[in-house]
Structures are given as structure tokens and as C-alpha cells.
């Protein structure tokens, strides 16, 4: 069965086939380590890593490099604002080398909770500021770029189709735009590299033939992805709003450095998540989503990768606390009936072939998961297939979902955990907190740790 995906290059499905027969070349736009990931960041991973897991479950070899911007990303896109990094060592009277380390681990953490699988190769912008130069030389020579400012900008009325991923209306963007930088030609034109810049200085600096700087934030992408995929390669992914700058940046830079069209075949974008007013996504507005705020509330994280799997990449997904409960609900539910199929073995004589179909053909069809997960439910439901089977195909199902359902397992207890357990809810529900702290801590020597959550206490094994 074909696998169709969505290239926002065309605008359309189209059938996916990779250059090499069996082997995909896939890279992902990393994160820019400032500070926590929220949960709109990880709504994106979590699309890549179900992309990555349809790819393996057709049989395909995946190559997965995903980067982790530690230089050059300003507060905004397009070459204005704050330096990003340097504005998280100031918050945090850091250096921004300490910033990017504590910032990497924290979202690797966050994407080992929701069971995102780790990409082939993790790298980080720094560590690559040499294929970076090189590339700006390449572009240099062949007259793609012009200093300004003591910056190295790239130009890109030197390219003929610049926007086309975007499919930018260039005489209204030029109008539209407020210009701040002065050094630059165009508005569209953005830093390779900066010596003398705008902002304040910093502690990330390298020797470069234009003197002692940084990078621009777009080159670090182009940069890695031709070192660990080729000269082109298969998909390459991100949040949509890398579809206006970033990418349209990328394809251009790349495109004139490696003389080659196209660099990447498919395009693949997630849409964003949106919170209501009162729930602001970022930082700056009180409320910051991450995964362990959202953890603190009581959800498991697991619930919120269910969460996303309800909504069709492509569609805005509204966060709010109800939907996380209805998620959570589901998870529970999905949890509840796994333990069923493993303890109560039933008697059905049908096999889940066409459970089997309808599944692969729903994610066949771009990623269409909520359709995925209405295969799993009404697969669990039908009373003709017995329970065996049922685990067997929800196991192979979870290959693409990565729910863990291989780890749901009952917990087995002692008696006198048991009691425990319910000396503790009774002290809780007394508001008797002292009590119920002892009693958290005698469970955690004898080998359990206790989560309270909105359906009740939930046990586990540390
Ligand atoms: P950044 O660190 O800004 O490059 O963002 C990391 C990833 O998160 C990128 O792929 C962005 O496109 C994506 N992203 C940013 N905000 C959201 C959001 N609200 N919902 C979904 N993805 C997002
Ligand atoms: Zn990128």
C-alpha cells in the first residue's frame, strides 16, 4: 500500500518514493536551546516521530538527523530582535555555553517521556561552525553573497525562484516589511554570518575569513543536512512557521551552494498549537506550557502524546485543560483494556487482517491518526476477535502510535502497600498532608512511587 504524504512544496498528496530504494534521508529542524521546550514544540516533534515510525513500519531504513540550534537564532525569524541564547544567559546570569547544555538535556529528557524515538544523529550548530564557513565560502565564490556592515548577507535577487516554497509575493513582502536592518539590499536578504552585528556581543565566537563572529541562524540547517544526507535528500520537516524564512532561506542557500534543484524532495509541515487567552504558550505571558507543568497538573505525558494523536498534523490543535482530561480519559481507558487483553484471554475466531489494512491505510494517507485511532478502538471493540489476537495486532499498531502499550503491565502488589495506599488517600482527602508525605516516602523505600491524578492515585514501580 502506497504511502501518501503531503509535500507543501506542490501543495498536494503525492505518492512518496525515495531517492535511494529502500533508505529515507529525513531531517528535522531542531530546537533552539533557551530555555524549556513547550508543548507547541513538542506537539511538531511528536509529528516528526510519527512520520519516522510510518516510515519504519513500511519498511523503510530511516536516517533521521534532528539539530539543536545553540547559536545564532534571533528572537525574531527574519534577522531582527534579540539573540535568543544570549537572552536566556541573562535571565539566568549563565553563560551561554551553561544555557545551551542544561537547555539540550532538559528537551531530550522531554522527548524520552513521550517515548519520541531519538533520531540517528543528534547535532548541534556549534559543533559544525566549520561546514558552516565552508558553505558561505561556496556561496561567496559564486557571487551569492555581499558584506555589509561587517556582516555577510546573502543575496537573493541572485536567485530566480526564491520564495517558491512559501510562494512569496516578493513585491508586496518588500513593501509590506518594516525594514530595521539597514545593511541589508532587500528585505528578504538575511545573515550568513555576523562580525560587527546590532547586538550585543557574546561569548559564541569563531575566526572566519570575515572576521571573529557567529552564524546566521539559517546556514547551521543546510550546513548539517549536506554533511550527514548529501547533496539532496529525501524529506526535510519543521513547525509551519519555518515554512515563510527559514526553509524558503535554506532552499535558497542550499540550492546555490551544492548546485542542485531540488535539495529536498518533500516538505513536510505541522501546524501549531494554539492555547486559549488564559493559557498563554510562552513565557512571557505568565503561564509557561511545558511538559512538566503539564506533568504537575497531574497528566501523564503519554496522555498528552495521545492528545496529539487526535488531531491530523495539518490541523490547528487547540490546547485546553478539558481536552487533556478527555485525553487523559482515553489513555486510561486504552491502558485499562491492555491489562484486559493480557489477564482475560476470550474466545473469537476472527482474525484482524482487515483491521490490519484499515490501519496501515489510514497513516498511509498523510499521517491520518485520529482515522488510525478509530482502527484501534473499533478492533478492541469487535467481540469476534479474541483477546490473543487483539494484543498481538495492538502491539504491532503501537510500532507506529508509541504508546508503550509492550510496558502496560499490571502492578502487583503487596498487602501491605495496599494498606498503605489507602491510609495515604484517607490522610489526603483529610487534608492531613504531613501524614500523607510519611506515608508517600515509606512507599518510596519500599519501592514505589505514587502519582495523584485527576482519576485517583496511580501506583508504579521506580
Ligand atoms: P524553535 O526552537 O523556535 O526552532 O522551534 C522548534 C520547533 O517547534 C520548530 O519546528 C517550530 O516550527 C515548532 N513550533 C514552535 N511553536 C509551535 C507551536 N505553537 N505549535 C507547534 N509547533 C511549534
Ligand atoms: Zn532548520
Known sequence: MALKIYNTLIR????????????????????????????????????????????????YKVKHVLNITDVGHLTSDADEGEDKMLKGAKREKKTVWDIAEFYTQ?????????????????????????EQIEMISSLEKKGFTYLSGGNVYFDTSKVKD??????????????????????KKSSQDFVLWFTK????DQDMKWPSPWGVGYPGWHIECSAMATKYLGKSFDIHCGGIDHIPVHHTNEIAQSESAL??????????????????????IGKSKGNFLT?????????DPLAYRYFCLGTHYRKPLMFSWEAMDSAQNAWKKLQNKVLELIEKPTQGKKNAESFIEDFQGAINDDLNMPQALAVV????????????????????????????????????????????????????????????????????SLGYSIEDTPSGPLLKRV
Not at 119 to 124: G, M, Q, R, S, V
Not at 197 to 200: C, I, L, V
Not at 400 to 424: A, D, F, P, T
Open 12 to 59: 498536494k498528496k503525492e505518492t512518496f518514493s525515495p531517492i535511494k530504494k529502500n533508505e529515507v534521508g529525513l531531517y528535522t529542524c531542531g530546537f533552539t536551546v533557551y530555555d524549556y521546550a513547550h508543548i507547541g514544540n513538542l506537539r511538531t516533534y511528536i509529528f516528526e516521530d510519527l512520520l519516522k515510525r510510518i516510515l519504519l513500519f513500511n519498511g
Open 106 to 130: 532538559e528537551f531530550q529528557k522531554d522527548i524520552k517521556k513521550l517515548n519520541i524515538q531519538d533520531p540517528t544523529i543528534w547535532c548541534k550548530a556549534t559543533d559544525h561552525i566549520k
Open 162 to 183: 526564491y520564495g517558491k516554497l512559501a510562494r512569496l509575493d516578493l513585491k508586496a513582502e518588500n513593501q509590506e516589511r518594516v525594514e530595521k536592518d539597514l545593511n
Open 197 to 200: 552585528s546590532k547586538f550585543q
Open 259 to 280: 548546485d542542485v534543484k531540488p535539495w529536498v524532495h518533500y516538505w513536510m509541515h505541522g501546524e501549531f498549537l494554539v492555547v486559549g487567552d488564559s493559557e498563554k
Open 291 to 299: 511538559l512538566s507543568f503539564v506533568q504537575e497538573k497531574g497528566y
Open 377 to 444: 478502538w473499533a478492533m478492541l471493540k469487535d467481540e469476534e476477535v479474541n483477546n490473543k489476537i487483539k494484543y498481538r495486532t495492538l502491539l504491532e499498531f503501537d510500532r507506529v502510535l508509541g504508546l508503550g502499550v509492550e510496558s502496560i503491565k499490571k502492578v502487583n502488589i503487596s498487602e501491605e502497600v495496599q494498606i498503605l495506599m489507602e491510609k495515604r488517600e484517607d490522610a489526603r482527602l483529610k487534608k492531613n498532608w504531613k501524614e500523607a508525605d510519611q506515608i508517600r516516602d515509606k512507599l518510596k
